[in-house]
């Protein structure tokens, strides 16, 4: 059974930086697509990030140049490097595993830029 963990959410100011991780279980991880979507109150859940098994990655222009994922297949986890954050960024942060015909979910983090 695929089980997703997040963690490293947490309260920032503007400006400040936020590492979040995923550690994945019962899937072989190094054959599937990871990343991270986002859900503020009262708005659909959206793609922050993604990354293929080959390590091509993905952004909306709302993030890219702040926003970084990886992954590391020995460890199974991925990792959201989010720097320059804005109150716009305060969501719920959720990981995901895709392989074919299947999409999981962790959870969620949350993650508030306030001052």
């Known amino acids: 059974q695929v089980q997703l963990v997040e963690s490293g959410g947490g309260l920032v100011q503007p400006g400040g930086s936020l590492r979040l991780s995923c550690a994945a279980s019962?899937?072989?991880?190094?054959?599937?697509?990871m990343g991270w979507y986002r859900q503020a109150p009262g708005k659909q859940r959206v793609l922050v990030a993604g990354i293929t098994p080959a390590g091509f990655t993905n952004y909306p222009d709302s993030v890219k140049g702040r926003f970084t994922i990886s992954r590391d297949n020995a460890k199974e986890m991925v990792h959201l490097q989010m720097n320059s954050l804005t109150p716009e960024d305060t969501a719920i942060y959720y990981c995901?595993?895709?392989?074919?015909?299947?999409?999981?979910w962790g959870r969620g983090t949350q993650v508030t830029v306030s001052s």
């Open positions: 995901y595993l895709a392989r074919p015909g299947d999409m999981f």
């Open positions: 019962g899937s072989t991880f190094s054959d599937v697509a």
